[in-house]
């Protein structure tokens, strides 16, 4: 993976493709590749103007809000719809436009996940909501999570999975501030 994080023509397809699906979108801005000026070492995009995630931490609350929604959209959205990870979703890679869409940068670290490994996932998430130990280890088995499974507890697992996605499995509102990953790690 180091290699393709370092294969800028493979970036820029990863980042035409990415552009390609979000054309034309509301919220979400993707820079266009200059493929004239880009080559294997150089990937050359369009200049997108916008304020770095320190300065949107510094905004209002309902701001705050927007923008997390929007990180969520994209990064699910490209996972639901088109089965492809950004493997480097840290807050140097946003910017917030000026009127207000996300720009989002650095398409190094990308995969397309196969139809069956995804549908191994759901099937592990819905194992982590039946509260089901068994099913849970041998989602994470199936998937390749568990080195040596015999090593792992079930019951344990499926703890430290509900607790670190409990955001994700639970229902309901909650704000994903510091005193909440305190507790939840």
Known sequence: RILEELDYELE?????????????????VVPAVDTTLSSRRVLVT???????????????EAERDRFGEILYRFFWGLLAHERLVAGDPHPGNYLLVPDGRVCFLDYGLMRRIAPQYLEEERVLARAVIAEDAAAVHASLTTLGYLPDPAMFEPQA?????AAAGAWFFIPGFRRLDP???RRHI
């Not at 697992?157 to 999975?161: D, G, R, S, T, V």
């Open 12 to 28: 820029a397809q990863h980042q035409r493709t990415v552009g390609r699906v979000f054309r034309g979108h509301p919220h979400v």
């Open 179 to 181: 005193e909440y990953l």
């Open 46 to 60: 369009e200049f997108v103007e916008g304020a770095p995630f320190s300065e949107v931490k510094a905004a209002g």
């Open 157 to 161: 697992m499926l703890e430290q999975i």
